[in-house]
């Protein structure tokens, strides 16, 4: 069960990168004017809290290619976000395996807040996409900055549950236990400073995700750490 659970976990975070690497050829990178602070367009999007700075995005006489890309990409967006989920589960049953603590399980409801979250963001998002006059678009706009917080906010408690794990292990475990701590507290930092924050809470949740599939990729089923324990002693 052990192996079969590290191989699923690991075709799964390769889909997650394929994904990921997918989408980030499909999501445009000149748009308008970007909301201060912010460089990458799709998160700048997501973050976006007023009908001034949505209009400036979209104010480039390619507007009408950048939506048709930015709706292909929310579509993606869903196998995207269902195999984040998944993968998270998955390494959550790899730490489990390692130290058997019951805590880590409470991933499971931060994860299913993150998923719902996330189709609603998105739902937001294509609303946003189909309309052409952006006054009146507050409302959406709240809408979309509650379930984008809720998505990154679930996102770093997540991150903070798993460092927990590794900040009780090897040092390369506690390098990654680090970078996963350190995405709870750049969250709580962009949450009240916005702009350049969120593009890094963005990059070190990437990264942290990125660790996590080393993790997959390195972790060792009890059988195999039984006898490397036996060789060391």
């Known amino acids: 069960m052990?192996?079969?659970l590290k191989i699923t976990c690991i075709t799964v975070g390769v889909i997650m990168i394929g994904i990921g690497i997918t989408l980030l050829f499909i999501n445009p990178m000149v748009v308008g004017t970007l909301p201060e602070g912010f460089v990458t367009p799709i998160v700048a999007l997501q973050f976006i809290q007023n009908t001034n700075d949505l209009s400036n995005f979209f104010d480039i006489i390619t507007v009408e290619s950048i939506k048709r890309d930015l709706i292909l990409g929310n579509q993606i967006d869903f196998a995207y976000m269902a195999s984040y989920a998944l993968f998270a589960m998955l390494c959550c049953g790899l730490m489990y395996l390692e130290n058997r603590v019951k805590s880590l399980w409470l991933s499971i409801p931060?994860?299913?807040?993150?998923?719902?979250?996330?189709v609603f963001e998105n739902l937001y998002l294509f609303e946003i996409l189909t309309i052409n006059t952006y006054s009146n678009a507050d409302l959406l706009l709240k809408q979309l900055h509650l379930f984008t917080w809720l998505k990154w906010g679930g996102l770093s408690a997540l991150m903070l549950l798993f460092s927990v794990h590794f900040l009780q292990g090897s040092w390369a475990k506690v390098i990654l236990g680090i970078i996963l701590l350190s995405s709870f507290i750049i969250g709580g930092v962009a949450f009240y400073l916005g702009g350049i924050w969120c593009e890094l809470l963005a990059i070190n949740i990437m990264i942290g995700f990125t660790g996590l599939f080393i993790f997959s990729i390195t972790w060792k089923p009890d059988s195999y750490r039984a006898s490397d324990n036996s060789i060391t002693e």
């Not at 931060?110 to 996330?118: F, G, K, N, T, Y």
Request: net charge neutral.
């Open 2 to 4: 052990s192996k079969s």
């Open 110 to 118: 931060i994860i299913a807040l993150i998923l719902v979250a996330d």
